[in-house]
């Protein structure tokens, strides 16, 4: 990874983020966005996932290192995904991070308000289960372990990791997430507890991943998920434990990402840019910039690029809402 990288605690310090920087050349190797060359000017609304906020925010520091987006801001909320996409389809926003696809009824409701979308994927996660550094002893859990842990029934009864598998040893049990709003929850309880939305609800739930940070910092029984890049920003205060789905123990990485290996928790990251803000200068440019710089955009964030195939999906995307 390159040594300049956005820091996600100073990415989620204020609830929204408002890029702005000077004008002047582009250094950052990054292609100019497809305007012409254009200098644009205006406000993007972003909000949404709390997982790809930070990504966001990396595109819009690399696209205001460029001419044509010097004069833009671009404004970043992490309210969530599903708090993102009550507020895209109520018009509020010009796009919508999102750690999940769209649902059903979300998607309905955008229908109602007449909000057209494209989803594009922006980025590759391995969402990482963390623990506290002087943990030794869950090096490597099994999924069935994490069901264990996460699932509705384990309320109130499995309190100590000596429950979670023979020979772990008597440590109480604190469990940090991701708050209902959240795409995350919703991928993590799917994939874990086989029912989205099904969890036991006696953890410490945010849609602020630092507090997930500082809560499995300071505690030595505890445990938490997030996106990947929260890990890789905070290697030296936390342990990313391996996944074991049944083929051994598979640690969370770009590759293991990429590939497939690193199941059940490698995902795709989105965004959903709208159809009518698409139409002004400065969201096409940006969105433009985003899609067709991933492998930089995501190397500045610490996220996983997209494969080849996802890229041109991407593409695909992008080009069905300005053609």
Do not use: H
């Amino acid at each position: 990874m390159a040594s300049t990288r956005i820091k996600v605690a100073a990415a989620l310090a204020i609830p929204t983020l408002l890029l702005t920087a000077c004008g002047g050349q582009n250094e950052s190797g990054t292609d100019s966005a497809a305007s012409g060359g254009a200098a644009a000017s205006g406000e993007v609304r972003v909000d949404g996932s709390s997982t790809v906020g930070p990504l966001t925010a990396a595109a819009g520091e690399l696209f205001k290192a460029t001419p044509e987006g010097a004069g833009v801001n671009i404004s970043v909320g992490q309210s969530g995904t599903g708090g993102g996409f009550k507020k895209f389809c109520a018009g509020e926003t010009d796009i919508s991070d999102a750690s999940r696809p769209i649902k059903d009824e979300e998607a309905a409701a955008c229908a109602d308000a007449g909000v057209e979308y494209a989803e594009i994927a922006v980025a590759n996660d391995a969402l990482t289960v963390v623990v506290n550094k002087e943990n030794d002893w869950a090096k490597c859990l099994t999924v069935a372990e994490l069901n264990k842990m996460w699932a509705p029934e384990a309320e109130g009864t499995i309190t100590n990791w000596n429950q979670v598998r023979d020979g772990f040893p008597d440590v109480p049990l604190e469990l940090f997430g991701a708050g209902t709003d959240s795409g995350t929850f919703d991928y993590f309880t799917d994939v874990i507890n086989g029912e989205e939305g099904a969890s036991r609800t006696d953890y410490n739930p945010t849609e602020d991943d630092n507090v997930t940070v500082t809560g499995v910092e300071g505690t030595k029984g505890a445990l938490g998920y997030f996106g990947f890049s929260y890990s890789e920003e905070n290697m030296d205060k936390l342990t990313a434990v391996e996944i074991d789905n049944g083929a051994g123990c598979v640690a969370p990485s770009s590759q293991t990402a990429q590939d497939g290996t690193y199941a059940p928790l490698s995902r795709p990251l989105f965004i959903y840019p709208s159809k009518s803000a698409m139409q002004r200068p400065e969201v096409a440019a940006f969105v433009d910039f985003y899609v067709n710089n991933d492998a930089a955009v995501t190397e500045k964030a610490l996220f996983v690029p997209l494969s080849a195939e996802q890229q041109q999906a991407a593409k695909d995307a992008l080009a069905s809402l300005v053609g």
